[in-house]
T-cell receptor, first 115, second 112 residues
């Protein structure tokens, strides 16, 4: 079936460094790629998303890049802070047949920002 | 606005028992989803609905049933609980498939 691969599964950085999380997808028709952040014991929340008609989107310290040819997209966090510590999930729309579209999530990346 | 709410927050079941998880949203969203979250497995879609009266299978539908009789509510049923269904269950809703999903606070279910 259609899937979304996410790497790395864990990432540890020093405060102030940058963090990069990468995802690949298999459905060439995918056109929407959100990123969610889940703090410990909390619900996932959208932090940024990108559609296939743009290659990059930025929101303060967070940016997402998309390479449709290579079918991969990445989350970039600059000047990391301890409050960035969380699990990050990428996702992509996949089609499992006919008009059966759904959002498929990667397995998540545990980001730890060390003070 | 309450957003997305789930009841109950915690539940312990014995193998073979049944229960229903209730999800409610007040954002007039067409799409609603049920996910389960297990360590190292991310968020896996159980069932979803694209509108009132509709349901569709997700990635891991076996052992679960759903109903969407009212637009604002999405119910997840376990007819005969198994230890493998021990998990955290999240409900979510969205305006459309390619818009932000708003998640509920989660239900922690333990099946012994």
């Amino acid at each position: 079936g259609e899937n979304v691969e996410q790497h790395p599964s864990t990432l540890s950085v020093q405060e102030g460094d940058s963090a990069v999380i990468k995802c690949t997808y298999s459905d060439s028709a995918s056109n929407y790629f959100p990123w969610y952040k889940q703090e410990l014991g909390k619900r996932p929340q959208l932090i940024i998303d990108i559609r296939s008609n743009v290659g990059e989107k930025k929101d303060q310290r967070i940016a997402v890049t998309l390479n449709k040819t290579a079918k991969h997209f990445s989350l970039h966090i600059t000047e990391t802070q301890p409050e960035d510590s969380a699990v990050y999930f990428c996702a992509a729309i996949t089609n499992s047949g006919g008009s059966n579209y759904k959002l498929t999530f990667g397995k998540g990346t545990l980001l730890t920002v060390n003070p | 606005n309450a957003g997305v709410t789930q009841t109950p927050k915690f539940r312990v079941l014995k193998t073979g028992q049944s229960m229903t998880l209730l999800c409610a949203q007040d954002m007039n969203h067409e799409y609603m989803y049920w996910y389960r979250q297990d360590p190292g497995m991310g968020l896996r879609l159980i069932h979803y609905s694209v509108g009132e009266g509709t349901t569709a299978k997700g990635e891991v539908p076996d052992g679960y049933n759903v109903s969407r009789l009212k637009k604002q509510n999405f119910l997840l049923g376990l007819e005969s609980a198994a230890p493998s269904q021990t998990s955290v269950y999240f409900c979510a809703s969205s305006r459309d498939i390619d818009y932000e999903q708003y998640f509920g606070p989660g239900t922690r279910l333990t099946v012994t």
